[in-house]
């Protein structure tokens, strides 16, 4: 008991405990912090080569995505009625793939410290979301290789067979798509390929993400996230079947075509090309079901799943984005016209060479599978 002057008693404190306010103010700076990773990861994708450094690049970014959004709707529950957060102070920097090593171990330290000093009763929805942070950051740092940056857009894993086509059939429809082995080794060639499609949405989650804010950098890294795991459903399908990467193509033709053109475009081709074969994709499986090939048909169904989301981002953050230029939402159609015009204007570009070139690796490869192309 403490006596105050006028001779009333009172009860002491219990707990040392970090003020509401002051806590949502620790939480917003590690959401700012977190936003760093996230848009450095997704800006550098496409400038390293490795696809296994591509690919720790867009989990990272969905996974301090994750961070951050826990982080965000927490500070508006402290706050409450208010939901807003603080100015971000100053811009913590990525320059480097060295700062954002830093960045990553400067956050781990500073969660394992807000965990050491939270109070369980108090503050109990907090420590959920920081020790989930927690334990990625940990994850991040021992696995965020010293990526190297290359000045070459997109960079592409040079141990792949480089070809921007990474099929015949885009250059010359008369070549069959193929059927059983072929199929299957196409499918598979099809989803490294998607290659671009990680390239696309890194660069539109570091470009749009200042004019569309937090909730469009969010989705953007999850679609980068999930892009990459298709990519990776592919290296690994063919790995697993024998092929040395120098034997497969790796291409980028629809990154390629954006060439210089505003984001804009990026994000048009990843709403639409990337997903307008979704309804092919439950048919595929079937097939692989047909074939015994267990593997193949998980692949894309979890694909397909993955794409219905896509559809509706590209559909949602194209029209949102219009509209953020003052142009008509409903104008939409208008981009999509002009990515197919890129697409044929890069595939105009083409030449016989490039074609003999990936048909002969095409030919080689399902030959190499045990199945002839060519009767
Ligand atoms: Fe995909
Ligand atoms: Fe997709």
């Known amino acids: 008991m403490r006596d105050d002057p006028e001779g009333v008693s009172y009860l002491p404190p219990t707990r040392a405990l970090r003020i509401r306010f002051d806590t949502a103010q620790a939480l917003t700076r590690l959401f700012y912090r977190e936003q760093s990773v996230v848009l450095a990861c997704g800006g550098w994708t496409p400038r390293v080569a490795p696809l296994d450094h591509k690919a720790e690049l867009a989990r990272t970014a969905w996974e301090s995505a994750l961070a951050a959004d826990g982080l965000r709707e927490r500070v508006f529950e402290l706050r409450y ?47 959920r979301i920081v020790a989930a942070a927690l334990s990625d950051k940990q994850r991040q740092e021992a696995a965020l290789a010293p990526v190297e940056l290359t000045d070459e857009d997109p960079a592409r894993d040079p141990r792949y067979f480089a070809s921007s086509f990474y099929w015949p059939d885009v250059l010359d429809p008369t070549y069959p798509y193929g059927e059983g082995v072929a199929l299957q080794v196409r499918s598979a060639v099809s989803h490294l390929n998607e290659v671009w499609a990680v390239d696309t949405a890194g660069r539109i989650l570091h470009e749009l993400s200042p004019e569309l804010g937090w909730e469009f950098t969010s989705d953007a890294a999850r679609w980068l996230y999930d892009e990459s795991r298709h990519m990776l459903m592919g290296a690994e399908r063919l790995a697993r079947w024998g092929f040395e990467p120098a034997q497969i193509p790796l291409g980028g033709y629809i990154y390629e075509a954006c060439a210089g053109r505003d984001a804009l475009y990026r994000l048009g081709m990843l709403g639409y090309f990337e997903t307008k074969n979704i ?41 949102r984005l219009l509209e953020a230029r003052g142009a008509d939402p ?46």
């Open 81 to 127: 009625p208010s939901r807003f957060l603080d100015e971000q102070a100053e811009e913590p920097a990525a320059a480097s793939p060295d700062d954002l090593r830093t960045l990553v171990a400067g956050l781990r330290d500073d969660y394992a410290g807000y965990l050491e000093a939270a109070d369980e009763l108090a503050d109990g929805p907090s420590i």
């Open 279 to 319: 309804g092919r994709k439950r048919e595929r499986a079937r097939a692989f079901h047909e074939m015994g090939d267990m593997t193949s048909e998980t692949d894309m169904e979890f694909d397909w799943a993955d794409e219905t989301l896509h559809a509706e981002y590209g559909r949602r953050w194209l029209r």
């Open 330 to 375: 409903e104008s939409w159609p208008a981009v999509l016209e002009e990515c197919e015009l890129l697409v044929q204007a890069r595939v105009a570009r083409a030449t016989s060479d490039d074609l003999e070139r990936i048909r002969t690796c095409a030919d080689d490869l399902i030959a190499a599978a045990g199945y002839p192309s060519r009767p």
